[in-house]
């Protein structure tokens, strides 16, 4: 595991994308969120699509499409996120259909991908959430294999909603080094220490969501 004192605060701020995805977050806390983001230095915020649009200086905007379940119909996350590109996301996090994965199913979790990489085209970044947790690693394997394949730029752990679990870095690890530097990974759910956030990025993180980004930074020096 990687030390958590052999990165800095502004290093692993620029890998953050500051988080606020409860269904229960009001305008004020996303306002909330934006400056708090700007004033600890990281590289985004993610907030639901029906907070679109927010005005986020300086800041990457990311929202997430089929969120949290993955089981909407390809066509809705598409539109959801061609949505959301209209209304000023630069990046879509989508879930895939995580019971199609369990069961070797990757040619419709390719056409899930492809319909929504169509559908924002090369104006967003698109990560992949795989959920992990819930897949065991051939699984995890086909699936990155496949988000490639549809043109992914990032595939990522969790969404964090899942009762399986969030991040972890048997899983971070597998990704890297499935996609081997062609695609970013991004850990995501559950990471709320330093020595997590540190661990993550040792496995092969390159991008790190969190909602707990002030409690993480804290712990690295300046």
Same mark, same amino acid.
């Given at each position: 595991?990687?030390?958590?004192?052999?990165?800095?605060?502004?290093?692993?701020?620029?890998?953050?994308?500051?988080?606020?995805?409860?269904?229960?977050?009001?305008?004020?806390?996303?306002?909330?969120?934006?400056?708090?983001?700007?004033? *600890?230095?990281?590289?985004?915020?993610?907030?639901?699509?029906?907070? *679109?649009?927010?005005?986020?200086?300086?800041?990457?905007?990311?929202?997430?499409?089929?969120?949290?379940?993955?089981?909407?119909?390809?066509?809705?996350?598409?539109?959801?996120?061609?949505?959301?590109?209209?209304?000023?996301?630069?990046?879509?996090?989508?879930?895939?259909?995580?019971?199609?994965?369990?069961?070797?199913?990757?040619?419709?979790?390719?056409?899930?991908?492809?319909?929504?990489?169509?559908?924002?085209?090369?104006?967003?970044? *698109?990560?992949?959430?795989?959920?992990?947790?819930?897949?065991?690693?051939?699984?995890?394997?086909?699936?990155?294999?496949?988000?490639?394949?549809?043109?992914?730029?990032?595939?990522?752990?969790?969404?964090?909603?899942?009762?399986?679990?969030?991040?972890?870095?048997?899983?971070?690890? *597998?990704?890297?080094?499935?996609?081997?530097?062609?695609?970013?990974?991004?850990?995501?759910?559950?990471?709320?220490?330093?020595?997590?956030?540190?661990?993550?990025?040792?496995?092969?993180?390159?991008?790190?969501?969190?909602?707990?980004?002030?409690?993480?930074?804290?712990?690295?020096?300046?």
């Amino acid at each position: 595991m990687a030390d958590s004192a052999s990165l800095t605060r502004s290093e692993v701020a620029a890998m953050i994308d500051h988080t606020l995805l409860a269904p229960e977050a009001t305008p004020a806390e996303v306002a909330a969120l934006v400056e708090e983001a700007r004033g *600890l230095g990281v590289l985004a915020i993610c907030v639901s699509p029906s907070m *679109l649009p927010v005005r986020a200086p300086g800041l990457v905007v990311a929202t997430v499409a089929g969120f949290p379940s993955g089981k909407h119909h390809s066509l809705v996350k598409g539109a959801e996120a061609r949505l959301a590109v209209n209304q000023g996301a630069a990046e879509v996090d989508m879930v895939i259909d995580v019971g199609a994965a369990r069961t070797g199913d990757y040619t419709a979790v390719l056409a899930d991908i492809v319909t929504v990489r169509e559908a924002v085209g090369d104006r967003a970044l *698109l990560k992949v959430i795989i959920e992990s947790a819930a897949l065991p690693d051939q699984a995890i394997v086909e699936v990155c294999r496949v988000a490639e394949r549809a043109g992914a730029d990032f595939v990522k752990t969790s969404t964090g909603f899942h009762p399986a679990g969030g991040a972890g870095a048997h899983a971070v690890r *597998l990704m890297a080094e499935t996609v081997g530097g062609r695609l970013g990974v991004k850990a995501s759910g559950g990471i709320r220490t330093a020595a997590a956030a540190a661990e993550m990025i040792a496995a092969g993180a390159t991008r790190l969501g969190l909602s707990k980004s002030r409690d993480v930074l804290d712990g690295f020096p300046a």
